[in-house]
């Protein structure tokens, strides 16, 4: 097979060298190309306008990360195969596949119950087939069923070539400068032992910055309160535009994004109904916010102004409590908006939303981040840490929010 | 009036304070907000995948700059009152509203020969309507009718701050670092002599750096023969889908495009009815390809090739020549697609184009980029140079292109 | 006075004006142009050889973002006069100016029993002498007795223009990303309230950030095992050069070091004699290690040996315990290594040194960072952070080391 | 042999590995540790505080490059044994270890007509015996007697890794961003043909900005006018102690220094004598600073105002002019200063020098940049170029200077 050698530009890493025909023919198939159309972080551009950013470069950039990890952990004496760094580079490549338009926020609304992650799996398990079987070991890895299991925790962990890809991604886009985590770093303390993936002794203080990066990017970004606000209203508008349809209302849609709004597809469908896949991959964000621009000017006045809040940027205003809202407070809310605009309750309903926004810096329950330490000893990160930070890793941050028109 | 302190973050600038009410009011009329939706470079992101950037961006970047400038200028002694001020930044903030869908690509096909600037004024004069007037002096500054033509000269000459901004946008997100330009030493050696903007001589290497940094911005990114391939399909897409409208094809089109295709709008027609620019506001990027990814499934065999290859970026091959391709050269290629897609000439034609990249590094016969020398002397900067390169300033660098499909 | 505008250049920061007449001035003074030749980590570029950054840049820098608080905090309606301003820039600009060569080491070893501080005093009122009462205010200041405090906040507290700058530089020049803290934003979140410096509640995710940037920066630079080394080695060299001195041995001298050696200034006298302050001037980073080139070559083979572990980067072991090393421990080392070198085990205590490395990351029992939120309270850091890092916040970590040669 | 990797951090390109033992020995060796005590850019941190960089660095970043620019060629199949690879390492890293104090300028003052090159290669031959022969092939790559002589030409020709590291390293420690290179570009453009260093026709872009690069670093670093001023006044001053030691005066001297002004060793004797290199190995910026310090408390005037000029920074004027200054002009400003200090005009004629600053942006003459064209052709920059820059390419900038006191 001809070298197709690839040079991609990141303002991030510099170059990225597309080395392997088999990640290049990914790269360039209609379901990989599908991601150049889904921004990685949807609507919060309308926060921070940097942030502009799409999945298909995140996934070139987590790929690329995967192939220096793995050069680190070679040099290391770590035994990974040919075949295993080709495998682990497309599984990473691939893991995000299956995001839909606007990314997490939709999920469960157009496929329903369908986590974004069964949707990459069976993404990949398409792309095996025409790729005869190329893809097995990727499948595995990405899957956790390779043996080598540290392969899988470099896809998915808490230290994985993702989130180091998205968080420093993030934080060059948005302008955050709070989110830099030191890269270089961790990359070069990155081991393996037992086959686990694990962290040599000097990148502890690395380690312990890349979670608190992490926190803050969630609370400054992906939690920040206005894009709260613009996510809850994406799918109050989804909710109105599928109550339109439900009453027997004549809304304009497209017909890509109609077929799964009106059917209702479920899990099991997708396995049984090859054409949904396929259908699925003529979604994107184009798709949803043409739709949104229309119905700005629907004769429905609850949907055009919703859309029209989100087109002009007019968002809603977010309170935060430490308890969830009750009934009673939406119901005020309500109330007064039914007054302000003269609509029903009812239809002040899809005004009012409100929602949970957590964060937990460190989860020691689930897998962990293990400090390899110079006398030979495996360490939960929470132990082998001075840092008091880490006194109570598992409490969970939690702000209940509202949003209301302002 | 209420104080609406805004700070917006930007990755290139850290952030950005919106102090003036009259600013912040412009960012949040929807005539503004179109911009989030029309990217800076366009169709670039299929060569750059990091130039997801927008209008809406630049915009407010090189209104920034313009505040950062005037304080620079009074610094130095130059009078410009609070309200000059603000007008100048008004002026840079909208000089590119007019922009349509895939910025300068489409211009010309959209509104029939209307020129994005003459939108730009038609934009401001409306919205000057809408704020009681306050935009005249805005005005009269982006016309070039204002007394104090430093002014203008800042919005608009060889080195104003819509040219540093984009310079040093496009630079950072497409991650080609040739176009960074001294930025900041540029801004700090601005000055004001005979009204006119000049450059003080210690800033004379800055300069020309910053002329070679944008030659070489053009041929690495703007004239990049895979950017013109591009542009070229998009083109070739719109004159196909028109071609089968006045053949009295159905196809689908979103309405609000619909207006624009059919009625073949003209220039004059922008000043006689003020509902055209409210319809040219609908449109933006999302716009047009949405109607792209129906069109790449439509029944015309042509028009489906076209959209699919910009879709999942099959891109056309470019060639150049030091002299235009000759009809005799486009019909061979006709010929042997006809023969390779069975389809006939006619139709081929529509997959090959041809074009000229030009670029001229500086501009002498233009307005000169003026150096205060120590002594007092007013120079072009042509002769201020000790540098050859400037010997033949005015020579333009040609390349005509032809695209086929690969 | 005629202007003397001068701009200096910084990697960090773009460009620094000089606009004030007074702070040229200053600049120019020989007793501020000394602090070109005292690094600002001192022996840390043995570890970090980018880390070669001196005292006379992170002066200017801070003063540069003491000029950048000041706009911040007047553009929020806090009064601060012209000369506030020029005293403020004129305190932080000379807030180190009493350090002597590798800054913190020696301190107490030149002129003993005298801390920097008080040397930066006795710098500010010899100045002040000189510019005939211009730096009044500044000493107030600086000292905490001017009316408005949060100007001495700004000079020093938990969160001065001190400390950020000091962080982003030293972060900057070793290479160490993590040290990076939100620089843009923590300084647009400066407020006044009550006579208070004080952040603005949108900057608390920025404050927590620059705490936890700062505890790495000193496990992973200031306090790096390997700088410890150095610098205790230091120190030893220090003690043997005395030590023969004290015993009539003849020991190569540059005569402005000798003059502090052998007369073992006190506190004291610097207040009696005015002479002192102009011979501790002529003390630098070049003076000592000069010394210390030449006492490689030293006749007494304990001061050659530990100068050519300085000169050469031999450097000693460093380990760490948490409770101090006993007698036992030490004696036990220098045992080993008389047996080792053959000398004395008084001469080989020289080669033995143990201390305490310690750190606080938020001191919550000094001057605490106030929080201004929303509603109008002030409430401390601790409790104002969602953060559960700070739910112990005046854990000091400690960590005893010993070093031993190789 | 044990393995000694060792990361190193650097600012510019984050980690440098250092994997083989030889490179790790060397850098261990006193004689690389000594270019810890020599500044990159001598005086230059006069002008631009930052630049306090040192050879030590330049030298490590130039092997760093060395190392992915092999990677690079060997990816295009461009055949490099192991063994290569670490003697063209070798070679980069030690191409300047020659350097005496404050680099260029003392050249042929401290060593009578012994270029820095020569000291280099003769540093190399006496670590070659000391480590039994393992530099024999550095030595041949570096002296150009190697067969494969485009290693030597990624050592030293118009586009080496030396000239890369040193351009992007002064212009990010100057702040000077108008040095910025496209490295990573040109380094993945790099090839080899016909046994010779080429770059691939897509970087050539990449190589005209850097061409014009360097030609602005000369302008605005190197040969700035302050700095030639600071240049000029230390060689004045070598020129004045040597004058009063030759005159029979008592100077105040470092005995390392005296040996070389006392005993003017010649070229000849360096390689007759093999205590000279050891003796010259003890020479750095430090040993120079301590006497100046000295000397400008020394009782000869003249002597006394120039090392005061260069410790406080009073420097001279510097004007141009594009032909040489003439005795006349010279002797006139020494009259005139004869007059203003009440000195001789012999005292007075060590205040005025002048010289000659010239830079050539690209040297056709010697060694070409070629270019590899995708036709397989191989072509001179200038011919590969569509640009005018370098129509006149051999044309030399000159500028005459003369520096008087201010």
Redesign the interface.
């Known amino acids: 097979m001809a070298s197709s050698r690839k040079?991609?530009?990141?303002?991030?890493y510099?170059?990225i060298n597309i080395?392997d025909e088999l990640i290049f023919q990914l790269i360039?198939h209609?379901y990989f190309?599908r991601l150049?159309?889904i921004?990685q972080l949807g609507l919060t551009?309308?926060v921070?306008?940097?942030a502009?950013?799409?999945r298909?470069?995140h996934a070139?950039g987590a790929m690329h990360l995967m192939h220096r990890a793995i050069a680190v952990l070679r040099?290391k004496g770590v035994e990974i195969t040919e075949d295993e760094a080709l495998s682990a580079k497309a599984a990473i490549l691939l893991h995000d596949i299956g995001h839909g338009p606007f990314s997490h926020v939709l999920e469960d609304t157009i496929l329903i119950g369908v986590h974004h992650e069964q949707l990459s799996l069976a993404y990949m398990h398409r792309l095996n087939g025409e790729f005869n079987g190329a893809l097995e070991q990727a499948i595995q890895i990405f899957s956790d069923t390779y043996p080598k299991r540290f392969l899988h925790q470099l896809v998915s962990s808490q230290l994985d070539m993702d989130r180091l890809d998205y968080l420093t991604r993030d934080s060059?886009?948005?302008?955050?400068?709070?989110g830099?985590v030191?890269?270089?770093?961790i990359i070069?303390m990155l081991n393996v032992r037992e086959d686990q993936l694990v962290i040599d002794e000097k990148g502890v203080?690395?380690v312990?910055?890349f979670i608190?990066?992490r926190?803050?990017m969630y609370?400054?970004v992906y939690l920040h309160k206005t894009a709260l606000a613009a996510d809850g209203l994406l799918l109050s508008i989804m909710r109105r535009a599928r109550y339109l349809v439900d009453g027997g209302k004549e809304v304009f849609m497209?017909?890509?994004l109609a077929y799964f709004l009106k059917n209702r597809i479920q899990a099991h469908e997708l396995s049984s109904d090859p054409t949904i896949l396929d259908r699925f991959n003529?979604l994107?964000d184009?798709?949803l916010?043409?739709c949104i621009?229309?119905w700005k000017d629907d004769v429905d006045p609850v949907l055009a102004y919703l859309c029209n809040s989100l087109?002009?940027?007019k968002l809603p205003a977010t309170r935060f409590q430490e308890t969830p809202f009750s009934d009673e407070q939406k119901d005020a809310e309500i109330k007064q908006l039914s007054g302000r605009f003269n609509w029903t309750e009812e239809d002040c309903s899809f005004l009012v939303y409100s929602g949970l926004a957590a964060n937990e810096a460190y989860d020691s329950n689930s897998e962990k981040i293990l400090i390899n330490r110079k006398n030979g000893e495996l360490m939960d990160l929470v132990h082998a840490s001075?840092?008091?930070?880490f006194?109570?890793p598992n409490?969970v941050?939690r702000?209940y929010f509202l949003c209301t028109p302002k």
Chains 1, 2, 3, 4 share one sequence.
């Open positions: 040079i991609i530009n990141d303002p991030i510099g170059f080395d360039e209609p190309q150049r159309r921004r551009g309308l921070y306008p940097g502009t950013h799409t298909f470069h070139i040099n060059f886009y948005t302008g955050v400068s709070e830099i030191g890269l270089e770093r070069h203080y690395s312990e910055k608190v990066a926190r803050l609370w400054q497209l017909p890509k003529e994107d184009i798709e916010y043409a621009k229309y087109i002009n940027r001075d840092n008091y930070n006194s109570s409490r941050v702000k």
